[in-house]
Nanobody, 112 residues
Framework: QVQLVESGGGLVQPGGSLRLSCAASGSMFSIYVMAWYRQAPGKQREFVAS???????TYADSVKGRFTISRGSAKNTVYLQMNSLNPEDTAVYYC??????WGQGTQVTVSE
């Protein structure tokens, strides 16, 4: 069983940057994919980015060129570097492992 804890959310002005972290604990040897999703008010949860055990990375079109997903050297942490943020990026961001385990979420608000 894997447990996830996200951190790094907050309030930022348009054009600013934030870095989210997700620390995994528990049975991590079998993790195949770590990913970030987000859910804006009144909208469905949507995919943001993912990184496979192999290192292969996928991004949603809406964040390509602005967001970067990476894993820590110990492979139990995944990061999401978010640059050039705009108000449409406002959402609760969730970490996900293997499509099943979710973190508690961290709020990102982009506003003047």
């Amino acid at each position: 069983q894997v447990q996830l804890v996200e951190s790094g959310g907050g309030l930022v002005q348009p054009g600013g940057s934030l870095r989210l972290s997700c620390a995994a604990s528990g049975s991590m040897f079998s993790i195949y994919v770590m990913a970030w999703y987000r859910q804006a008010p009144g909208k469905q949860r949507e995919f943001v980015a993912s990184i496979l055990r192999s290192g292969s990375i996928t991004y949603a079109d809406s964040v390509k060129g602005r967001f970067t997903i990476s894993r820590g050297s110990a492979k139990n942490t995944v990061y999401l570097q978010m640059n050039s943020l705009n108000p449409e990026d406002t959402a609760v961001y969730y970490c996900n492992v293997d499509g099943s385990t979710w973190g508690q979420g961290t709020q990102v608000t982009v506003s003047e």
